[in-house]
Nanobody
């Protein structure tokens, strides 16, 4: 059974940083496509980043140069490092098993609030 559990969200000031983690079970992240998506208040799910099976990362233009997606194959975890956060990054962040466009299976999410 695939399970994903996100953590690491919180309240941060504009320009700040956060490190989101996703603990995966039921599959190996090392040979899987996995993604991060987010949902801002009142909006739909937005694709943020994908790591393909070879380990190459892809990003939506709005986060390029600010977010870094990685994985730890030994721990079977995913990480999304967020820097230079902006108010428009406020959202619930989810990790997803699958390529860009996949929205499930995903975890329960971790909330990121960027506010002064």
């Amino acid at each position: 059974q695939v399970r994903l559990e996100e953590s690491g969200g919180g309240l941060v000031q504009p320009g700040g940083s956060l490190r989101l983690s996703c603990a995966a079970s039921g599959f190996a992240v090392s040979n899987s496509w996995t993604s991060w998506v987010r949902q801002a208040p009142g909006k739909g799910l937005e694709w943020v980043s994908t790591i393909d099976a070879s380990g190459t990362s892809y990003y939506v233009d709005s986060v390029k140069g600010r977010f870094i997606s990685s994985r730890d194959n030994a721990k079977n975890t995913l990480t999304l490092q967020l820097v230079d956060l902006k108010s428009e990054d406020t959202a619930m962040y989810y990790c997803v098993k699958g390529p860009r466009g996949a929205v499930s299976p995903r975890g329960q999410g971790t909330q990121v609030v960027v506010s002064s």
